[in-house]
């Protein structure tokens, strides 16, 4: 059974969350710290690339390839994640993408 838009954002936004309860325990330099933000980002992406094109495109345009790239940087490549550039992400495009996404609960 496929999951909803609305229930997909609703995943983006608990794992958003998560990600902001694990930065109030801590720095983001703190290596569990960075582990817990890096995953809960990329599962917050992950949930918004299974909503359907037409809500991707509606929301996040442009964005979406850079969007997805971030999280397969993280998931393929976690070795190599520089924690300056997820660290950036986080302060400067995670609040527009939270917007974004509760701007979509109400309109759904």
């Known amino acids: 059974m496929s999951r909803t838009d609305e229930e997909l954002v609703r995943d983006a936004l608990d794992h958003i969350e998560m990600l902001n309860h694990h930065l109030s325990q801590g720095s983001i330099e703190e290596p569990i710290i960075s582990d817990a933000v890096c995953m ?7 949930s ?3 909503t ?3 809500f991707r495109n509606r929301y996040f345009a442009e964005q979406w390839h850079l969007m997805k790239a971030t999280r397969n940087l993280i998931s393929h490549g976690y070795l190599f994640v520089d924690n300056e550039v997820i660290r950036d992400t986080v302060a400067k495009d995670l609040p527009g993408l939270e917007a974004k996404l509760r701007t979509a609960l109400t309109e759904f």
Do not use: K, N, T, V
Not at 40 to 46: D, F, N, P, Q, T
């Open 40 to 46: 809960r980002l990329s599962a917050s992406i992950e």
């Open 48 to 50: 918004i690339s299974q």
């Open 52 to 54: 359907s094109a037409e």
